[in-house]
T-cell receptor, first 107, second 112 residues
Framework: KNEVEQSPQNLTAQEGEFITINCSYS?????LHWLQQHPGGGIVSLFM???GKKKHGRLIATINIQEKHSSLHITASHPRDSAVYIC?????????FGQGTRLTINP | NAGVTQTPKFQVLKTGQSMTLQCAQD?????MSWYRQDPGMGLRLIHY???????DQGEVPNGYNVSRSTTEDFPLRLLSAAPSQTSVYFC???????????FGPGTRLTVT
């Protein structure tokens, strides 16, 4: 079993829909990261959080430390949100990554 | 700031050849890492460094060497390339474990 599991693996939605991507982990962590990778490969950090909730524009990330679970929400989704979203959890010095969720938003 | 830079962007090697993937950052970050990304596998840690002169192995270190002689540079050396090393390689850096990670643009390596 992977230490970091994301669901769903693939998600297709219509523009404007509310999107939720989930991340569950089985290891102790100091922080959880959400990353975005667009076609063409560049990886960008969206959030780093160790408790509670963070919001940036239309993106919201939450974490429940007790349940070892995090969610990434996108409100009013747009085709430019189409990308792979990656969850990563951080221990003492290393990050462990989930396999990613491929999100496609159709106009 | 240029952030994290990687060279080359693309490379084709023949089996048995050696090469060095370059990575540099201008943010004075102590932590630097090398990852490989393969379809269906996610990002996997090859080697990492917590400061100049200090390196350690990650999840998939075999066939790769690293060194960290300066804070800025963290090159990855392929000793004798194998087709199994065909992958996209990302270098990343961060100020400390409590800070976000910055990724380079990646190097797409093909070994034939």
């Amino acid at each position: 079993k992977n230490e970091v599991e994301q669901s769903p693996q693939n998600l297709t939605a219509q523009e404007g829909e509310f999107i939720t991507i989930n991340c569950s982990y089985s290891v102790g962590i100091s922080a959880l990261h959400w990353l975005q990778q667009h076609p063409g490969g560049g990886i960008v950090s969206l959030f780093m959080l160790s408790s509670g909730k963070k919001k940036h524009g239309r993106l919201i990330a939450t974490i429940n430390i007790q349940e070892k679970h995090s969610s990434l929400h996108i409100t009013a989704s747009h085709p430019r949100d189409s990308a792979v979203y990656i969850c990563a959890v951080g221990g003492a010095q290393k990050l462990v990554f989930g396999q990613g969720t491929r999100l496609t938003i159709n106009p | 700031n240029a952030g994290v830079t990687q060279t080359p962007k693309f490379q084709v090697l023949k089996t048995g050849q050696s090469m060095t993937l370059q990575c540099a950052q201008d943010m004075n970050h102590e932590y630097m890492s090398w990852y490989r990304q393969d379809p269906g596998m996610g990002l996997r840690l090859i080697h990492y460094s917590v400061g100049a002169g200090i390196t350690d192995q990650g999840e998939v270190p075999n066939g790769y060497n690293v060194s960290r002689s300066t804070t800025e540079d963290f090159p990855l050396r392929l000793l004798s390339a194998a087709p199994s090393q065909t992958s996209v390689y990302f270098c990343a850096s961060r100020r400390d474990i409590e800070y976000e990670q910055y990724f380079g643009p990646g190097t797409r390596l093909t070994v034939t």
